[in-house]
Antibody, heavy 124, light 110 residues
Framework: QMQLVQSGGGVVQPGRSLKLSCAAS????????IHWVRQAPGKGLEWVAV????????YYADSMEGRMSISRDNSKNTVNLEMNSLRSEDTALYYC??????????????????WGQGTTVIVS | QSVLTQPPSMSAAPGQKVTISCSGTSSNIGNHDVSWYQQLPGTAPKLLIYDNHKRPSEIPDRFSGSKSGTSATLGITGLQTGDEADYYC???????????FGGGTKLTVL
């Protein structure tokens, strides 16, 4: 079945870096845009970043202030999120999610229909 | 402060209908498709509605979506206790060149 399996995360000191990974299976990974979304404890969903199906385009939330970098390897069916200069406010549950728009023809936010299980990042 | 505005909470009795609003601007809802998500406690969000009003095949027709101008609405009929969850709207914002979510609505079925 279609799934995204996340890895990485954990406890990290302020100012350090961390890389999250998201491995896809069960669908044609190279045809789909992938998002990262996070959720701070007790808070709502916050969009973090998106990468196009072919990796040619990336967008980030302004609040990430250039500290995040999203990348993908379509030969390995994986997407990564590298987070630098981490702050306490980056503490959250991070999700990767597939956008259901094939080949980006519906733009960058058509609907996130497959979600990873989430991975926790604690900056302390 | 979220770019999209949703009521923080709503409540209704089992069997009743509820509508959750999501208000935005011309740079987001006004010019982009809206999707809705249900998040049950301790689980990942689940897509309920995409393209403003379309449902994935596994979503029952008790859930519906609509959009008019710069606002969108999620409707849920025949409320069940299992519908108690947080609901989020989301879309693209072309001024920000970023995705945006509403702050979420906590639905209580009592």
């Amino acid at each position: 079945q279609m799934q995204l399996v996340q890895s990485g995360g954990g406890v990290v000191q302020p100012g350090r870096s961390l890389k999250l990974s998201c491995a896809a299976s069960g669908f044609s990974f190279s045809s789909y845009t992938i998002h990262w979304v996070r959720q701070a404890p007790g808070k709502g969903l916050e969009w973090v970043a998106v990468i196009s199906y072919d990796g040619s385009t990336e967008y980030y939330a302004d609040s990430m202030e250039g500290r995040m970098s999203i990348s993908r390897d379509n030969s390995k069916n994986t997407v990564n999120l590298e987070m630098n200069s981490l702050r306490s406010e980056d503490t959250a549950l991070y999700y990767c999610a597939r956008d259901r728009g094939v080949l980006g023809v519906k733009g960058y936010f058509y609907g996130m229909d497959v979600w990873g299980q989430g991975t926790t990042v604690i900056v302390s | 402060q979220s770019v999209l505005t949703q009521p923080p909470s709503m409540s209704a009795a089992p069997g009743q209908k509820v509508t959750i609003s999501c208000s935005g601007t011309s740079s987001n809802i006004g010019n982009h498709d809206v999707s809705w998500y249900q998040q049950l406690p301790g689980t990942a969000p689940k897509l309920l509605i995409y393209d403003n009003h379309k449902r994935p095949s596994e979503i029952p027709d008790r859930f519906s979506g609509s959009k008019s101008g710069t606002s969108a609405t999620l409707g849920i009929t025949g409320l069940q206790t299992g519908d108690e969850a947080d609901y989020y709207c989301g879309t693209w914002d072309s001024s920000l060149s970023a995705g945006v979510f509403g702050g979420g609505t906590k639905l209580t079925v009592l």
